[in-house]
């Protein structure tokens, strides 16, 4: 049974950092990609980044570029989002997520995290 399960999440302050962890099981989870994404209260699922299956190389939208890194651990099946110079408007739930070879794809429950004085 294939499983993502983040954990990391809660409140920081602004100009804080978290480090988010995905653990993924039940598949070779060194043959995938990895993604992230999060949700804001009333908006849409947005992407955050993704890495390779080697952690070679990582693709993030210019508005994460240079506050949030990816980088993963295959050894330990685990995906990680790096958060620095947290925002109040970086408060969503975090989700890691992959798409196999049949183009399934599988989500984890979500981390919330929260950026507030």
């Known amino acids: 049974q294939v499983q993502l399960v983040e954990s990391g999440g809660g409140l920081v302050q602004p100009g804080g950092s978290l480090r988010l962890s995905c653990v993924g099981s039940?598949?070779?989870?060194?043959?995938?990609?990895m993604s992230w994404y999060r949700q804001a209260p009333g908006k849409e699922r947005e992407f955050v980044g993704d890495?390779?299956?080697?952690?070679?190389?990582?693709n993030y939208p210019a508005s994460m570029q240079g506050r949030f890194t990816i980088s993963r651990d295959n050894a330990k099946n685990t995906v990680y989002l790096q958060m620095n110079s947290l925002k109040p408007e970086d408060t969503a739930v975090y989700f890691c997520?992959?798409?196999?070879?049949?183009?399934?794809?599988?989500w984890g429950q979500g981390t919330q995290v929260t950026v507030s004085s």
């Open positions: 890495i390779s299956s080697t952690g070679r190389s990582s």
């Open positions: 997520k992959f798409r196999n070879f049949r183009g399934n794809e599988y």
């Open positions: 039940g598949f070779t989870f060194s043959t995938y990609a």
